[in-house]
């Protein structure tokens, strides 16, 4: 059973909060187990780990902290936010600088009557069953390093990932496609499920 930790030690976006993430806390409970943490210490036991719009800086020990779960094998997912709203896309960059993953402060528009509502159907990675995700609110990212692209709009890459060890960092430029009102569009909620290893 997949072990999913949460963190909300740094201002993150809860999955605790029905409005906006009741349909994926559902999705987690029904396949595998949470774990929400206020302490990033309490993730050890996690298998695939979240941080959801973090807006708080991540102190050197406590990145030292995730690297280490990274090479001991788990998955870290860093999801921001188009225009770096609250600084979360500096956190994370921050954050995944020595994985090579850079988010920029910018927005993502495709075409269309909804520009913001980014339909992507380049996907490298997680896409078993996926064949579109609608990336609301996105921004791009820049990569350097071992990172490559693991989602891309045009000439803008909108997700990406990079080996650490025996474990992997996973980047999107939105948090905003697993919430309750996107999960349920294109592929979205299998995208997610993927991601979690659920």
């Known amino acids: 059973m997949t072990v999913v930790g949460w963190d909300v030690s740094h201002g993150e976006f809860t999955v605790e909060d029905p409005y906006?993430?009741?349909?994926?806390r559902r999705l987690i409970e029904e396949r595998g187990r949470l774990i929400v943490a206020y302490r990033l210490e309490e993730l050890k036991?996690?298998?695939v780990i979240v941080l959801n719009y973090p807006e708080k800086h991540f102190s050197d020990q406590e990145a030292e902290f995730i690297y280490r779960l990274a090479s001991a094998g788990k998955r870290i997912l860093a999801l921001g936010y188009c225009n770096d709203e609250d600084g979360a896309n500096g956190v994370i960059s921050k954050l995944l600088r020595k994985a090579g993953i850079a988010l920029n402060p910018d927005l993502v528009e495709g075409e269309g009557e909804e520009p913001y509502m980014l339909e992507v159907t380049d996907i490298y990675a997680f896409n078993e069953g996926v064949s579109k995700v609608v990336l609301p609110c996105t921004a791009s990212m820049r990569l350097y390093g071992v990172a490559r692209p693991m989602a891309?709009?045009?000439h803008s890459i909108v997700g990406a990932m990079s080996n650490f060890f025996s474990g992997t960092f996973v980047a999107l430029g939105t948090c905003a496609f697993w919430d309750n009102f996107s999960i349920g569009l294109a592929d979205n909620e299998r995208f997610a499920l993927n991601l979690l290893s659920l």
Do not use: T, V
């Open 20 to 24: 906006y993430y009741g349909k994926l």
């Open 45 to 47: 036991e996690a298998d």
């Open 152 to 154: 891309r709009y045009r």
